[in-house]
Nanobody, 124 residues
Framework: QVQLVESGGALVQAGDSLRLSCSASGGTFSGYVMAWFRQAPGKEHEFIATITYSGDLTSYADSVKGRFTIYRDNAKNTVYLQMNRLKREDTAVYYC?????????????????WGQGTQVTVSS
């Protein structure tokens, strides 16, 4: 069973960049498909991005495509989310999630393991 801990959330201004990290422990990190989701107040979990075991395939939500990049370092048991050109509507708690089944998914129910989240607030 893997434990996930997110970090890197902050209060930033619109247009800024931020990198989130998600460190994994307790499992074989390279055996998990990883994803980032976010949740704004009063809203459901929103899919952001997913990355396969080796990092060779990624998928993004349309709302972040071209601005956000997901990547992983299996040697460091960490997945990252590089966020550029942040907008106010990116404000949310960001979660990383893991699943053992091959293939990314934009459905939060497809992921077994979740971190506790990190707050990103974008001011104008």
């Amino acid at each position: 069973q893997v434990q996930l801990v997110e970090s890197g959330g902050a209060l930033v201004q619109a247009g800024d960049s931020l990198r989130l990290s998600c460190s994994a422990s307790g499992g074989t990190f390279s055996g998990y498909v990883m994803a980032w989701f976010r949740q704004a107040p009063g809203k459901e979990h929103e899919f952001i991005a997913t990355i396969t075991y080796s990092g060779d395939l990624t998928s993004y939500a349309d709302s972040v495509k071209g601005r956000f990049t997901i990547y992983r370092d299996n040697a460091k048991n960490t997945v990252y989310l590089q966020m550029n050109r942040l907008k106010r509507e990116d404000t949310a708690v960001y979660y990383c999630a893991a699943r053992t089944y091959y293939g990314g998914s934009n459905n939060p129910n497809a992921y077994t393991y979740w971190g506790q989240g990190t707050q990103v607030t974008v001011s104008s």
